[in-house]
Nanobody, 116 residues
Framework: QVQLVESGGGLVQAGGSLRLSCSAS????????MYWYRQAPGKGREYVAE????????DYADSVKGRFTISEDNAKNTVYLQMNNLKPDDTAVYYC?????????WGQGTQVTVSS
């Protein structure tokens, strides 16, 4: 089992920045890919970014490329999402996801609200 806890959300003005954290505990050695997803009100869950712990592979959704940066601190079992130049369209609940061999884990989410 893996437990994920997101933090760092909040209210920010357009153009501002936030850094989200996802702290993992439990069988963290089984985790490979780590993802950030988001879900805006009335919409489905949307892929944001990914990082592969084994080789550092990183990718982003087109909507956040150049503004968001995913990174990890393996010693702390924590994945970060640095979000710069935030836009009102970035308003959503942001979720951390861990792909552990044969299993899929989600955090409870953290709210990000960007005011215009």
């Amino acid at each position: 089992q893996v437990q994920l806890v997101e933090s760092g959300g909040g209210l920010v003005q357009a153009g501002g920045s936030l850094r989200l954290s996802c702290s993992a505990s439990g069988r963290t050695s089984s985790m490979d890919y780590m993802y950030w997803y988001r879900q805006a009100p009335g919409k489905g869950r949307e892929y944001v970014a990914e990082i592969r712990r084994s080789d550092g592979h990183i990718d982003y959704a087109d909507s956040v490329k150049g503004r968001f940066t995913i990174s990890e601190d393996n010693a702390k079992n924590t994945v970060y999402l640095q979000m710069n130049n935030l836009k009102p369209d970035d308003t959503a609940v942001y979720y951390c996801n861990a792909d552990a061999v044969g299993a899929d884990y989600w955090g409870q989410g953290t709210q990000v609200t960007v005011s215009s």
